[in-house]
């Protein structure tokens, strides 16, 4: 008798162990399957976009073009010297902005926190497009590590707005409206100075401040990618504390977490990411709040570790698709990539808040 009571928990023990390697590997075949399709449709979007354009070419030109082959100096320009920046531009642009908005949302612990809607890309614009007019009126060009600087000083500015006022307020939604109202200010101040400038400095700046990843060149992917990819390394690696932190900050305190400095840093990482996206696109709306949300619901997760390259990824799928809308829908007019985000990002907004309500 005293035997058989001996087998019974060890069978239960080893079903509920059996169990969770099934789930476990339920888990890694999502993830590979999550991951796997994001990879997919990022080349597709990719061969996608270089063949569209008002020069048509087959995939097999493509491939020559890309690997050397291609005999056409003109298809060769077009695909070498405007579609691949373009493209590079948007997946490294895209992905830094949703890795910010993720970065937002875990320090303001809310899933509508994105540096479109807290106001932090509208001060990047500002200073930016007011250090543009400013060299540009006395003959000068601004580089990229200028307009980074640039986009990283107005970024902080109105980031600094917003830390203030979540210490006053404990609600996020008058967080938000105080985002709002700092967006609406820094607008007012950057038409105003556009204003009063002259019409080649307007000419200059009509496209950026709509929003575009157009005119991107080799030079500027450069520089994205020796800012927002060390960036990304370093918040990947910082996946442990951030998942501690998600539970709270005494949860990440015990665990030896320095509150003060790793917020610090939050700031920092994400005010850089987005400050990178709006000095050479400008502003970009929704991606920083749809990706992140879209991401942890397909994964299923809100891990970090898992969270961040799926965000980097989604980003860049979500605004190549997007960009590849703005250029062909009403060719050989093309939109703003600001305004083709808003109507697929600001549907997600919605939905969001919509859960949020229901949860309360």
Request: net charge positive.
């Amino acid at each position: 008798m005293n035997q058989s009571r001996e087998e019974k928990p060890e069978k239960g023990e080893a079903a509920r162990a059996s169990l969770g390697e099934i789930k476990t590997k339920g888990r890694g075949r999502r993830y590979g399957a999550a991951f796997g399709i994001l990879l997919l449709i990022l080349l597709l979007l990719i061969v996608w976009n270089i063949n569209s354009g008002s020069v048509d070419l087959s995939p097999e030109e493509i491939f020559q073009i890309i690997f050397g082959r291609g005999r056409d100096e003109t298809s060769n320009s077009i695909v070498w010297q405007i579609r691949l920046p373009r493209i590079l531009s948007a997946v490294i642009l895209g992905g830094a902005l949703s890795v910010s908005g993720f970065l937002l949302q875990t320090f303001f612990h809310n899933p509508i926190a994105g540096p479109f809607v807290l106001g932090i890309s509208s001060g990047a614009k500002m200073v930016v497009a007011l250090v543009m007019i400013f060299l540009l009126s006395r003959g000068l060009t601004a580089n990229s590590w200028i307009l980074v600087a640039a986009a990283f000083f107005g970024s902080m500015i109105s980031m600094g707005f917003v830390l203030i006022i979540s210490k006053k307020v404990d609600k996020m939604s008058v967080l938000v409206i105080s985002g709002i109202m700092i967006s609406y200010i820094c607008s007012a101040v950057t038409d105003f100075v556009v204003t009063f400038a002259n019409d080649s400095d307007i000419v200059n700046l009509h496209n950026w401040s709509m929003g575009s990843f157009s005119g991107a060149s080799w030079s500027n992917v450069a520089v994205m990618a020796i800012i927002v990819l060390p960036v990304t390394l370093l918040v990947f690696l910082m996946s442990k504390p951030l998942g501690a932190y998600q539970l709270g900050e005494t949860y990440a305190q015990n665990l030896g977490v320095n509150i003060h400095l790793f917020r610090i840093a939050l700031i920092l990482l994400s005010s850089i990411l987005s400050a990178s996206v709006t000095a050479f696109a400008g502003p970009v709306s929704f991606v920083g709040i749809a990706v992140p949300y879209l991401m942890k619901n397909a994964l299923k997760t809100s891990k970090p570790i898992l969270v961040v390259p799926a965000c980097f990824l989604g980003g860049a799928v979500f605004c190549l698709f997007c960009d590849l809308l703005a250029r062909t829908v009403f060719a050989p007019t093309e939109l703003s990539i600001g305004s083709v985000t808003a109507v697929f990002g600001a549907p997600i907004v919605i939905l969001i808040m919509i859960r949020r309500r229901k949860t309360l």
